[in-house]
């Protein structure tokens, strides 16, 4: 299977600067990433910085809080901002917060019933 792209809509929390962009979803990754260069433009501020495994290793970046709509479903999420990917991310727990997963045979993203336990 190739890679999977959405568009989104991110905004910062007031929702006073929004974008639209297109993403990469990344089953592989639990978390949502934005560019630095992105966030700075979203007016979205860092509120921590946390420890994250990478395919290269473990690092330190920072998180945010932003708003994401997907499909007509939106919520703000935490976010990470990383000043050396240069692409929006979006991860498992957002596309599974929002009952969504991607079909391995289109590529796309498609609903599913949310996991209560």
């Known amino acids: 299977m190739g890679h999977s792209w959405v568009e989104v809509e991110l905004s910062n929390l007031e929702r006073t600067k929004s974008k639209k962009v297109r993403a990469l979803v990344d089953t592989g990754a639990s978390l949502s990433v934005l ?6 433009e979203l007016e979205i501020e860092a ?6 495994m990478t395919g290269a290793g473990q690092i330190k970046i920072k998180r945010g809080r932003a708003w994401i709509r997907l499909e007509g479903k939106e919520s703000p999420f935490d976010i990470w901002i990383s000043d050396i990917i240069d692409r929006v ?3 498992v727990v957002v596309l599974e917060t929002f009952g969504f997963e991607v ?15």
């Open 35 to 40: 560019p630095k260069s992105l966030a700075d």
């Open 47 to 52: 509120v921590s910085e946390d420890r994250v």
């Open 89 to 91: 991310l979006i991860g």
């Open 103 to 117: 079909d391995p045979t289109t590529g796309t993203i498609r609903e599913k019933p949310l996991l209560l336990y």
